[in-house]
């Protein structure tokens, strides 16, 4: 038989132990930042039925999600003729109906999460849930087809308290991940928006205002304004404003002065001055946490359910344009699965963009991809079963420990270790077997000491 | 707009909050067991290329893997009178042609991973693997479509210090689950079995013997026999010795007189005799290590890879009759994928089944649900202040802390705490931001009493 090529879909990607490691100690952070601060893990099926997601997310959108299907059913009702036809138009066809499709987001499922077991949550809900979403993506540098999203929402409260603690939260996570320095959190609120919006006089253009306004990093304003001529939204009557407002994008003032200014230019609009007021109200108290965010009223975010507050995080390092992190306000996400009107707000972390930006800012400590910390040298059967006992006690002491299953070469064995990043090495041959004796070889330094194993045990779990 | 209804795929589950935290104990359970024997974590992408895939596990599980398809290119290939056609018969094709599937198990990928990676590896490799597989299987009690699989394996060496050592895991991970008293780690060798079939003049029929042994426990051994007589793998000539071997099953007798017994009934078999040998050599290091096993040499376990040692843990409790984990050694997983020769051996642990045991025999501790430890009332906006940074020096002490987000009534916030099982309630109103003291009421016992902030901290911790 001839072996079949290795190889994985595009946009997916194999994990290796240091990777994992990695990974994990991100996930970790987050999970335990989220823990603290009350909100509790659910995980959905990886598979959700076609039905739930379709129509969610945007026409472009759902062309990106992954459709499943099974091997069963559909065949059965054909005739001969029909398969002979569909075997000559579309090899590709499949004899079943079952219609699922894989998770796009963690959005939309929590959302169909809340509204079917509505009768066992308590309101307000605080849930977060770190899993794997596939988006048939073209895939490019940071954008993968499976990538991991880490979603905390509390859905049930419409205070405002709860944006201040997710901004907390995500203060508190990129400073336990050491990136506090890398990141700078944005905030906004769509109703800010939606006040530009109205004093330009197309209350109704909203969402394709923050359409554009979300392309302006990758386009540049130049293009941005020109789309919104050709779309109206700027015309001779509104562009002064517009100007004025654009213009001040450029400004590096304070968090109070943008305030002052959107006051001025908002004081016609009603919900413009509702906006000011949720973000007088958050910054406020983010002042008395001295929690640093940086106000931006370019800030959009495409998706167009939200409705009030919105947040982003930029890594400014690392070359990146891309954000880590962000989340927003929305008023009725549960609405199209029949619970009208409950208010939620949340943020998503991309973990594999941290994960990269970390890996690029070098903020992975050295010995992150250690697992095992003591490794015994194999010289033989009655070796083995010296030793065998004093492994497991090893392990008894939290210690993760191997012996090589084989009585090979030394210098092999020793190249097994190193490759393993194993950082110490016990050797115990029939000299040590007499006088009770190990000998650790650190293999860091080189250096070898004859202990007790006692002291071995002490020796390794100090330098943990 | 109508409400569209909320449901999952059949076979798969949500999972809450209780039952995250309980799965997440058994998965960090069996997880820091294989991180002390030196295994190392891998994860591997959720879909495979269907060619990686298919002809792996056999005809009829081919059929239970789920094929992926995204929305893309087949589609601009056809005439419109050919998509007209394909609307009509097949109304459910997707214009792509790309073929990726869910993975069904995580030993193929894992040969893939290997082969494909083989020049980063050091072998022996031992690696872990923890994450979900699927199968579009008739869902069932105790069956799903999407489950977990715990799977640790070392290839690349043909060393029976690796069985011992995966026998060693097996019996730590369910003494440290609670389960050490409920299960049985049966142990046999597929070289047993293949000595049988000689012996009885059917060398060549040891799958058959494999696949209908499988099948004993759920259709009892008359049909089996039957089904042997058919296929002509029992005759007149060898039907003495079947029924011999076959009666030997009933009896309760010890490791050794099985040994004894397979010695004699094998004389004649150089295979059988080698696997006794192998058996003989793992039961004597486990003897050593005080570690019970079963010889039960009426094992087969179905797959058609495994060459040496086979074992399996049952449950005997809780009406379990599926085994909840499983494993053996194979001469040439990755021979398929260009690596041929590399022996290896593993075990996979059946985390909902083992979740599913613990649950019916009462294993989870009572708290095994809390995330939260301490809640605060709100009382308004003042009181809001006066509590925001205890709460952050709660939470910097390791206490997972909330507040209310809203100044609702205090049956409501009570009612919240302990639907969502937090043990204490922090009271801070204005008499308590008078005097510096907390009024803290344990939710368990519904006593209140007044302490500082200080003393409240420590008190929770003890108490953890």
């Keep these: 038989m001839t072996a079949q090529k290795t190889s994985i879909p595009k946009g997916t990607r194999d994990f290796g132990t240091t990777e994992m490691v990695r990974r994990n100690y991100i996930f970790d952070t987050i999970r335990s930042v989220f823990q603290r601060y009350g909100y509790k893990p659910i995980e959905t099926p990886a598979m959700e039925n076609l039905s739930t997601l379709l129509g969610k997310y945007g026409e472009e959108e759902d062309k990106l999600i992954y459709k499943i299907r099974s091997n069963k059913n559909f065949r059965e009702r054909l005739s001969d003729k029909q398969v002979e036809l569909l075997d000559s138009i579309y090899p590709h066809w499949l004899p079943d109906k079952s219609e699922n499709a894989l998770r796009y987001d963690l959005t939309v ?83 800010i928006l939606s006040g530009v919006a109205e004093i330009i006089g197309m ?30 939204i700027i015309n001779e009557r509104n562009s002064g404003m517009i100007d004025l407002y654009i213009d001040s994008f450029k400004s590096k003032i304070s968090n109070n002065d943008k305030i002052i200014f959107l006051k001025n230019i908002l004081k016609d609009s009603d919900i413009g001055k509702k906006g000011i007021k949720e973000l007088e109200y958050i910054l406020n108290y983010l002042d008395q946490l001295k929690i640093n ?20 995080v930029k890594s400014s390092e ?94 092999k064995q020793l190249d097994y270790a190193n490759s393993n990043n194993i950082p110490y090495v016990a050797i115990v041959g029939s000299n040590e077997m007499n006088s009770g004796m190990i000998a650790l070889k650190n293999m860091h330094t080189g250096e070898q000491i004859n202990m007790n194993f006692q002291d071995l045990v002490s020796y390794i779990i100090s330098r943990k």
């Design 203 to 232: 209350p109704d253009k909203v969402e394709d205002i923050a359409i554009a306004l979300d392309k302006v990093e990758k386009l540049g304003m130049g293009k941005i304004i020109v789309e919104l001529k050709e779309k109206n």
């Design 109 to 191: 499922p929590f959302a169909r999460y809340v509204v079917m077991h509505q009768n066992e949550i308590t309101f307000p809900f605080k849930r977060y849930q770190i899993q794997p979403v596939w988006r048939a993506d073209r895939p490019q540098k940071g954008r993968y087809r499976e990538f991991y999203q880490c979603d905390v929402d509390v859905i049930g409260s419409d205070s405002l308290l709860n944006e201040v603690e997710l901004i907390q939260i995500t203060d508190e996570v990129f400073a336990e991940l050491g990136m506090r320095f890398y990141t700078e959190i944005k905030l906004n609120n769509r109703k």
């Design 293 to 312: 965010v940086t106000l931006d009223y370019s800030l959009a975010r495409g998706l167009n359910y939200y409705t009030g507050t919105i947040f982003e």
């Design 318 to 411: 690392a070359g990146l344009t891309s954000s880590i992190a962000g989340g927003g306000r929305y008023d009725d996400l549960t609405g199209i699965f029949g619970l009208p009107n409950v208010s939620g707000v949340g943020i998503s972390f991309g973990a594999d963009r941290i994960y990269d930006a970390m890996q690029e800012i070098k903020l992975f400590p050295e010995n992150s991809g250690i697992t095992t910390q003591l490794f015994f040298v194999n010289f033989g059967a009655n070796e083995e079963k010296y030793c065998l006992p004093l492994i497991a006690e090893a392990r008894k002491k939290g210690i993760n420990t191997e012996l090589y299953p084989d009585s090979a070469k030394m210098k």
